[in-house]
């Protein structure tokens, strides 16, 4: 079963690079004037041609004593069409209790279709769709790691930069924010093995980001070190709360709140935040969260960074300035 | 860990080295983007972090009533972007530039100026 699920992973990305289109490229998220960088713990409001290799996580669970996890985990997007895309993850993970035995493995593999509802340059509004589904039976169930059913979450994402806010906003116009929410729905609603009830979740969480290049580029130049201007210093959280199917269990709200930088390149982003649990049954102590990220459009934009239906081969049009 | 190793090298199949090009962002103006000048400029000098395509790259400047102040259709040479001015008096003035860089990624934006005391 182990070959078999090898050999559909890499089939599955056999298939994400093969026949690509040799036409010219467009962009990754940049709504207007704005960029929005990947984000590390939820997810940006556009669809791209990226890939995240790798994202590294380390936290102490919320057993009582905490283990303690990392996860190392990809994920490559690529855009089939100027506004839909799909993405394919997966993380590796290890569990050690204190004392105690040592889970490790692989989680379901997950995949992500979305559409780009809305991208308004001048209000520098973006809003996308997706469908997040998390593969059941494919990752290490047997060992704890990942779950025998599937998931399946729809979920609305969103971002907006206040650049259009007046000039007397003045640095104010450099903050930004995303946001999504989705609904898990397992496709079991009782777990055999666990003897517990699979509750339905609502999946939700955000940014708020502070963009140095934008304030270089579009407030004021301070003439700071390059460094320095590179850099999104950021906010995430990213909550998890049952909703339904939950009888017999709390309803607590779990989850992290995210506190971190961004360095945005030119081909690649680098990003570190620590993890903060919002209360003792999300987690014990701060966890760290790292991730390389790289833009497949400007690193091959005539290849790979190009969607595979309907690339921009055409002559880009003459603005009327 | 194995099966890691074999999905990273997977992904990492299409990484084989590429003359890599990329958005081009505005990485400096003259004047400074947001300043205050005390005498007027005669020209917005651009400089971006990729080389532009002249056909496709433009600026135009506009005063504090929308009325346009520049002479007419920028200069590009490599990754500078040069739109001339008309005789500026003191006041505000945004300049709103597109760029395409040379592998066709698109960026647009604007920033203000200010000439004299505000």
Redesign the interface.
């Known amino acids: 079963m ?1 070959a078999i ?2 050999c559909s ?2 089939l599955a ?2 298939l994400l ?1 093969a026949t690509l289109p040799l036409t ?4 990754h998220c ?1 709504v ?2 704005r960029f929005f960088p990947a984000t590390l713990a939820v997810d940006d409001p556009c669809v791209a041609d990226e ?1 995240s ?2 994202t590294v996580s380390w936290s102490r669970t919320a057993d009582t004593p905490p283990a303690t996890e990392w996860d ?1 985990s ?1 994920e ?1 997007s690529k855009r089939i069409t100027e506004d839909f895309g799909i993405s394919i993850g ?1 993380v ?1 993970s290890q569990i050690r209790g204190p004392g105690g035995p040592t889970m ?1 493995g ?1 989680g379901n593999l997950e995949t992500t279709a979305q559409y780009q509802l809305l991208k308004d ?1 001048s209000h520098e509004l973006a809003m996308l769709l997706g469908l997040i589904v998390d593969w059941g039976g494919t990752g290490a169930s047997n060992s704890g790691i990942a779950t025998p059913y599937t998931t399946l979450t729809p979920t609305y994402y969103f971002g907006k930069g206040f650049g259009d806010l007046p ?1 007397s906003a003045g640095w104010l116009r450099a903050f930004a924010v995303t946001g999504q929410i989705g609904y898990q729905i397992p496709s079991r609603s009782f777990d055999l093995v666990q003897q517990a009830l699979i509750p339905q979740v609502l999946a939700w969480g955000g940014s708020i980001q502070y963009s140095m ?1 934008y304030l ?6 301070l ?1 700071l070190p390059d460094f320095i201007n590179h850099l999104i210093p950021i906010v995430e959280f990213q909550m998890s709360t049952p909703v339904e199917n939950n009888f017999g269990n709390s309803f607590v709200t779990t989850g992290t709140i995210n506190p971190g930088v961004i360095w945005v390149g ?2 690649f982003q680098v990003g570190l935040e620590a993890q903060v649990p919002v209360n003792a049954q999300s987690g014990h102590g701060v966890g760290v969260l790292g991730q390389l990220h ?11 960074g190009q969607p595979l239906i309907g690339g ?1 081969g055409a002559a ?1 049009q ?2 009327k ?1 | 860990m194995r099966k890691f190793l074999t999905f990273v090298s997977l992904l990492l199949i299409p990484l084989a080295p590429v003359a890599a090009r990329a958005h081009a962002f505005l990485d400096h103006a003259s004047p400074l983007v947001g300043s205050t000048v005390a005498t007027a400029p005669h020209e917005v000098v651009m400089t971006f972090t990729q080389n532009l395509e002249p056909a496709f790259s433009t600026a135009q400047v506009t005063d504090s009533s929308g009325a346009r102040v520049d002479q007419g259709k920028a200069q590009v040479s490599g990754n500078t972007m040069t739109v001339g001015l008309k005789a500026l008096g003191p006041g505000s003035y945004k300049v709103h530039w597109h760029a395409l860089s040379v592998d066709t990624h698109s960026t647009e934006g604007a920033f203000t100026f200010h000439v004299g005391g505000r």
């Not at chain 1, 790289?294 to 790979?304: A, E, G, H, R």
């Open positions: 182990s699920h090898n992973r890499a990305l056999a690079f010219e490229a467009f962009a940049f207007g004037a890939m290799l790798p190392v990809a490559v997966d590796w490790a692989f340059g000039d290049p270089k580029s579009e407030i004021a130049d003439q030119s081909y790289l833009y497949l459009d400007d690193m091959f934009p005539k290849t790979i921009t880009p003459q603005l300035f």
